[in-house]
């Protein structure tokens, strides 16, 4: 299956939160992982703005960018392309919805045409909401 990793996963991974683990596992076993290039911009700009903020140490934060570099060049990442934002620009089922949790899920709808089966991996309750009005499966099956 592949595995569609949004943000909101990545960060509870890379940060060790509540379901880190059980995301990492998946992502690890699945056959093939993609994102959009938000993907990394968000996570990247979190860990930045946690060192910022003193949340993280630097040396932590070094960390847990090297751990997401060493991930992402075994990713499939989607550009956020004419065709995406367009998508991103229309209606979702379930709005209001942000800007960037709106770019993920075109990012997804676009990516469902030709890869097919695709599991949105999302911590993000709009992002989640979304998805199963779209028929999309979801891991983590619950969030915390």
Not at 124 to 131: E, G, K, L, Q, Y
Request: glycine fraction near 4%.
């Amino acid at each position: 299956m592949t595995a569609y990793v949004e943000s909101s996963a990545v960060l509870r991974w890379l940060l060790a939160e509540q379901q880190g683990e059980e995301i990492r596992a998946f992502l690890a076993g699945a056959s093939k992982v993609v994102c959009s290039r938000l993907t990394l911009i968000e996570t990247r700009r979190v860990v930045r703005r946690a060192e910022r903020d003193r949340r993280l140490m630097a040396t932590e934060a070094v960390a847990v960018l090297a751990t997401l570099s060493r991930a992402a060049v075994t990713w499939a990442v989607l550009e956020i392309s004419a065709e995406v934002a367009l998508r991103a620009e229309s209606g979702f089922p379930a709005e209001p919805i942000r800007t960037l949790d709106a770019i993920h899920l075109a990012s997804v709808l676009v990516l469902r045409q030709s890869l097919g089966d695709l599991v949105v991996v999302s911590t993000d309750d709009r992002v989640r909401t979304n998805a199963v009005h779209l028929g999309l499966p979801l891991l983590p099956a619950e969030t915390s």
